[in-house]
């Protein structure tokens, strides 16, 4: 039993996180530069680019599934618990973020409809801390699964996402500054981007 558990979390368990989440910031950098257009064809882009989205990271990720293994930096179990503990962190993250934000946001409904919302940001509980909690807890939850992993292909992989995640919280927070104007420009200035204040 103790065998396939290790094996589970080495070999499965990162995957299982990669392929879920990694497609989302490509789905931003598909809508945030067309987004007059999307909010146009709303339901196309849900429908369409979702699933290409999804599709595509799944498949690149899976049929080489080997070669993302083959290379590892290590398989010590230490780094391996602190890849549970990154993951574990984004799923509370995530609940709380859920509980803060509703499903219909979190998806990105205000903005891609934002007639139907109220045209304001969050900036309550964690958004008290930092700007990108739900972006921030991927990021971590990525870093999660290399080190349960252990490959090194995968660390770069992880790297080049982090950078693209980077642009869309740039993209995003440009969309919002126009949508929201100065109570956004005004809560930009106040709440950092990453990093949560220590004073």
Partial sequence: MLPFLIWWFREVVP??????????PLFWLAVHPAIGFWRRHPRACYYLVTPSVWLATTLVLLLPRHWWLAERFTQH???????????VID????????????????????????SSHT?????????????????????LSWLGAVLLSGATRLLWLVLVFIVLTLCVAE??????????????AAYRRRVPRWLPRLW
């Avoid at 940001?121 to 991927?138: E, F, I, N």
Wanted: charged content about 15%; proline content about 6%.
């Fill in 171 to 184: 993209l995003e927070e440009r969309e919002l500054l126009a949508r929201l104007g100065e109570p956004y």
């Fill in 119 to 139: 045209a304001q940001a969050a900036t309550s509980g964690l958004y008290t801390a930092v700007r990108h909690p739900r972006y921030l807890g991927m990021m």
């Fill in 91 to 114: 799923l509370w993250l995530m609940v709380q973020i859920k509980r803060i934000l509703g499903v219909r946001v979190l998806i990105g409904l205000p903005e891609l409809l934002p």
């Fill in 77 to 87: 179990w230490l780094l391996a618990a602190g890849g549970i503990l990154l993951i």
């Fill in 15 to 24: 995957f299982l996180i990669l392929c879920g989440q990694l497609p989302v």
